[in-house]
């Protein structure tokens, strides 16, 4: 019966990836450019705004999961940044992907399916730290220069997470016909970041598989136990601690792939992080899941 429950959560998921991933294999063609601006600049804008305003998680255990995030980051951050440090590695090429994960495209359904709104609250609340990060720190990591706040406030994941915070704090809420509208578009974003996803693994190409497989068991591994820490650190609830790990372990995200291109980092090197961490997610979270369900049910 675990082995069933855990399918439950993870073949919707990767089956929309699969999809997205055989269209393009069979010479379908995919519009990446405009899905990915209609999820990035609305419907994951949407979801996340939606998300943390209509949210009926306590303040406290907000403060709390958002405290136990950045701590859990920071760690992962000064591990990877000794790793390439003594390992002479290039850390704008390694270092962001190896710190920020998938918590977008994998995270989010993988949260809804196993935890439901409740848990889809709470991964909201790390991907949005993550979005944070990876869009001021993870920047600074792969360019090497410092983001500008005019960049920061051009980001509408960012702006959303702002203005749902504002509304999460104050109690406000949008109007019921407004709020109709943004959670439609908000529906959108988990399909739509799956399927791209799965088209963007397979237009990938990548090489010295071996070297990103033994970093991706590393990255795991590493964020894994930084979690784990962490979560019996701040005394974490069920629900929160498992979304926390969830959320920490997913695989390299295709965003970390994006900046090395247009920042000119080692992007092929970034691109096989990306696949084989991506190909090892379907072996190590449904064993997240298993043990989720069968030793912490």
């Known amino acids: 019966m675990t082995v069933l429950k855990v399918l439950e959560v993870i073949f919707p998921v990767f089956s929309l990836a699969a999809l997205g991933f055989l269209w393009v294999r069979l010479g379908f063609e995919y519009p990446i450019k405009f899905v990915t601006r209609l999820s990035t ?16 998680i306590k303040t406290e255990n907000i403060i709390i999961l958002g405290t136990a995030t950045f701590s859990t980051y920071f760690i992962v951050m000064l591990i990877f940044f000794c790793f390439i440090r003594f390992r002479n590695m290039n850390s704008q090429t390694y270092l962001a992907p190896l710190v920020f994960g998938n918590t977008g495209n994998i995270g989010l359904p993988l949260a809804y399916l196993s935890f439901g709104d409740v848990g889809l609250d709470y991964a909201v609340i790390i991907f949005s730290i993550t979005a944070i990060l990876s869009f001021s720190i993870g920047i600074w990591f792969v360019s090497a220069n410092p983001i500008s706040l005019k960049i920061l406030k051009s980001e509408p994941l960012l702006v959303a997470t702002i203005l ?11 109007p019921q016909f407004l709020t109709s509208t943004l959670d439609l578009f908000a529906q959108m974003a988990i399909p739509l970041m799956l399927i791209t ?6 237009s990938l190409e990548a090489k010295d598989l071996k070297n990103a497989l033994t970093l991706s068991i590393l990255k795991f591994l590493i964020c894994i136990l930084s979690g784990i820490v962490v979560g019996h650190l701040f005394s974490l609830d069920k629900i929160s601690f498992w979304i926390l790990l969830l959320q920490i372990s997913t695989p390299v995200a295709v965003t970390s792939y994006l900046l090395a291109s247009k920042y000119r980092a080692d992007a092929t090197t970034v691109a096989g992080l990306v696949i084989v961490s991506t190909c090892l997610s379907l072996v190590l979270i449904p064993a997240i899941f298993f043990i989720q369900l069968h030793y912490f049910p």
């Open 41 to 56: 600049m609305i419907a994951v804008p949407c979801l996340v705004f939606v998300s943390l305003m209509g949210t009926t």
């Open 164 to 174: 749902g915070a504002i509304f999460l704090l104050t109690g406000w809420s949008t």
């Open 197 to 202: 996803l799965g088209v963007a693994v397979a």
